[in-house]
Nanobody, 125 residues
């Protein structure tokens, strides 16, 4: 599976960005998908995930109510809509995929074998 993330950029605090992840090499329809991020001097952290069916989504607490993960299996894409952005959201954002992940591991980077190259999001204050 090859993943290509896009959509990052510079935005002011309170602004909006939409990240997209395009998959190739395998149909997205049977893959669980996630977004992680790594801020300056920080470890990579879980942001959001969606099950292959799209029926279940998961978020880290700091982004709940501001970020929305969605997927279009027909187009093989997963989006992350980010609203009310804060300077602390500044990070390189990565999309990742895996199959049949157990719920207890869906927030763990180690559970995902496939990763995109990352896209930089910078939120200015």
């Amino acid at each position: 599976v090859q993943l290509q993330a896009s959509g990052g950029g510079l935005v002011q605090a309170g602004g909006f960005l939409k990240l997209s992840c395009a998959a190739s090499g395998r149909a997205l329809s049977r893959l669980d998908m996630a977004w992680f991020r790594q801020g300056p001097g920080k470890e990579r952290e879980f942001v959001a995930a969606t099950r292959w069916s799209g029926g279940h989504t998961y978020y880290t607490n700091p982004v709940k109510g501001r970020f929305i993960i969605s997927r279009d299996n027909a187009k093989n894409t997963v989006d992350l809509r980010m609203s009310s952005l804060k300077p602390e959201d500044t990070a390189v954002y990565y999309c990742a995929s895996g199959s049949s992940l157990i719920t207890s591991s869906i927030r763990s980077a180690d559970a995902y074998p496939y990763w995109g190259q990352g896209t930089l999001v910078t939120v200015s204050s």
